[in-house]
């Protein structure tokens, strides 16, 4: 098991090193640049802009300097935030994003396995179909259909909660909604995976010598059905929060709330190179990581997986 960690630590790396030379390349090809909406801007502004910059290099003599500036953790200047370089901003923002994207998953994993485990056990009953079809609503309406439609309920009409803002102006009060908001989609799926895996366990054999046995119900599920019916919920959530973070750009801007969305967002506005980079090296990193602690929990869960 160690070896196997080790292995895929540094298959880490390599990975990463693709992902930055591709979206760097595609970013640098696009038509257009960062100050391309500079209004009357001369030849001789433009090109001591691009040298200040050092956007008048050879396209491949840029990769080589960006990436070594990647191996030593800088991101590099913005070209439309001026005040500080891309490190600042993703370090002011990406803690905002990440604790939003952690309540919603973790909020999503209790009601999801609690909702998912009581409908397969009352199969077929009003409250199974009740929950699923939270399920599908979750799966299918996206998060710019839920967001606004929580808000207008709870905020506009019932006036229980803040319509829009952060923690630091309005209190604890104003996560609920963005992170509900967040929380639909892996809710309805990690609902339904267990569903669906509770009640394939519960038909298998050593469930019912486990109930021959004299064993009650709720012995069975906590002895026997519930660490197998992790698996597939495990295997879901790596990219889950991975995607739970991503699509808090959505959230965020809907909210208002000031996290790496916002800056992602405007940096693609404004073809901010570094900012966009800067970005994506972060969410690609986060995806790896949680599909690396994934595949470890796999192999504590399922002692049937052998890494060799």
Not at 43 to 65: C, F, T
Not at 66 to 87: A, I, Q
Not at 149 to 163: C, G, H, R, S
């Amino acid at each position: 098991m160690t070896k196997f960690i080790i292995r895929r630590l540094l298959g880490l790396i390599p990975t990463l090193i693709i992902i930055i030379t591709i979206s760097f390349f595609v970013i640098r090809v696009a038509p257009g640049g960062p100050f391309s909406d500079e209004r009357k801007i001369s030849a001789e502004v433009l090109a001591n802009l691009e040298a200040k910059y050092h956007l008048d290099d050879p396209l491949i003599k840029q990769y080589g300097d960006y990436l070594l500036n990647v191996l030593r953790f800088d991101l590099g200047p913005s070209f439309v935030y001026k005040d500080y370089d891309v490190n600042y901003y993703i370090g002011a923002g990406l803690p905002k994003s990440m604790l939003i994207g952690a309540l919603a998953v973790g909020g999503a994993l209790i009601f999801g396995l609690g909702a998912g485990i009581i409908s397969a056990l009352r199969q077929n009953s009003v409250y199974d179909y009740a929950s699923m079809s939270v399920a599908v609503i979750g799966i299918s309406v996206p998060l710019f259909v839920i967001g606004p439609v929580l808000m207008y309920i709870f905020a506009v009409k019932l006036d229980w909660l803040p319509v829009a803002g952060w923690i630091d102006t309005l209190g604890w009060s104003a996560l609920v909604l963005p992170v509900v908001t967040l929380a639909f989609p892996p809710f309805a799926y990690v609902a339904r995976l267990s569903r669906a895996s509770v009640l394939e366990i519960l038909r298998s054999d050593y469930v019912r010598t486990a109930r021959a046995k004299g064993l009650s119900m709720p012995m069975v599920v906590l002895k026997h059905v519930l660490k197998g019916s992790m698996l597939p919920v495990v295997s879901f959530l790596g990219p889950a929060l991975a995607g739970t973070l991503t699509g808090s750009i959505v959230v965020e801007q809907i909210f208002r709330i000031p996290g790496l969305g916002r800056y992602f967002v405007n940096s693609a506005f404004n073809r901010d190179y570094t900012m966009i980079m800067g970005t994506v090296i972060v969410y690609s990193a986060i995806l790896l990581l949680m599909n690396f602690i994934v595949d470890v929990i796999y192999g504590f869960l399922d002692p049937r997986i052998s890494y060799k």
